[in-house]
């Protein structure tokens, strides 16, 4: 049976940067005899009332829905509906909370650097000095200092002494954030291993000259890389750990070269691992949510 489905990526955002996405998606689909079809977040209005939950849109819902934004509220919308979706609502949420994907890894004693979180505060608070010198007590410097959420490296800080930390502080306000343990072995250096299902379909490496971050959005560079079996097992189990049918895994160098992990992406751009490979994750992702519909 000739499956149909639906690519929502976020109709607000510029550039083409998350259509690009959607188009490979939904060109992969069509490799696997799908009809797929693209779909702004901004197009489909969830309806609640008493008697009924629905979205509001003159097309039939799809039999499955890849989800490349990070609208969690349509896609708990949709699940409600019994669509499919990939992933779930809840991975994207976990996924986009950098504190709630550091819970979910140490839970299961996963390897991540030294992490605290920050204790919440509201507008009219402000930060203990007591938090500071117990973050600076356990980690020492220089320490990240790392927004809860973030895309392509950003809201990420490396500090090298308490008024820089103080200088933070007042740059993030109330929103939340971790203090952590700056990876100094990972120095501009790390890994983006793209897992589908329980296997890594594509890796590369990034590097930077000037900066202790690696991303290809802040200046990095990228090349081919063949991952060992040990960061392998790491990026399936961060990716089990979140619940997520795929993801991008971003991995450090930690003593030894042994695999940290940094952040998992439950829907990371794959335009330049395809350049960087040549290998097309989509392709994978598509096969994958095809097979697992067929238990629908």
């Known amino acids: 049976m000739k499956r149909t489905g639906w690519i929502i990526y976020n109709g607000n ?6 259509l690009d996405f959607a188009e ?3 060109k992969a689909a069509e490799k696997f005899n799908s009809k797929a079809k693209l779909i702004k ?6 309806l609640l009332t008493t008697s009924k939950l629905d979205v509001l849109s003159e097309m039939p819902l799809p039999d499955y829905v890849v989800f490349t934004d990070k ?3 349509l896609a708990k919308q949709l699940e409600y509906l019994g669509v499919p979706v990939f992933n779930k609502a809840e991975v994207i949420a976990v996924s986009d909370d950098k504190i709630a994907t550091y819970q979910a890894l140490a839970k299961l004693n996963l390897p991540i650097p030294k992490t605290i979180i920050a204790p919440k505060i509201f507008h009219t608070g402000s930060f203990d000095e007591r938090v500071i010198e117990m ?5 020492g410097f220089p320490l990240i200092m790392k927004e809860a959420f973030g895309s392509f490296g950003e809201q990420v800080y490396l500090v090298e002494s308490k008024k820089e930390l103080n200088k933070k502080l007042e740059l993030i306000g109330n929103k939340p954030f971790v203090f952590q343990e700056f990876v100094r072995t990972s120095y501009g250096v790390d890994l983006r291993l793209q897992v589908v299902g329980n296997k890594v379909v594509a890796a590369m490496k990034r590097k930077s000259d000037n900066d202790f971050r690696a991303n290809i959005t802040a200046g990095g560079r990228m090349e081919a890389y063949t991952p060992t079996q040990s960061e392998e097992e790491i990026a399936v189990l961060a990716t089990e750990a979140i619940g997520a049918d795929f993801a991008g895994v971003d991995l450090l160098y930690g003593e030894e070269n042994q ?3 940094c952040e998992i992406n439950s829907n990371a751009h794959i335009r330049n691992l395809y350049e960087c490979t040549g290998i097309n994750a989509a392709d994978y992702m598509m096969e994958y949510v095809l097979n697992k519909i067929k238990d629908y």
Do not use: R, V
């Open 71 to 73: 609208d969690i509220y």
């Open 41 to 46: 977040n901004n197009d489909l209005l969830s």
């Open 24 to 26: 490979m998606l939904q």
């Open 259 to 261: 695999p940290i992990i």
């Open 135 to 139: 973050a600076i007590e356990e980690i």
């Open 13 to 18: 955002l510029p550039g083409s940067k998350f």
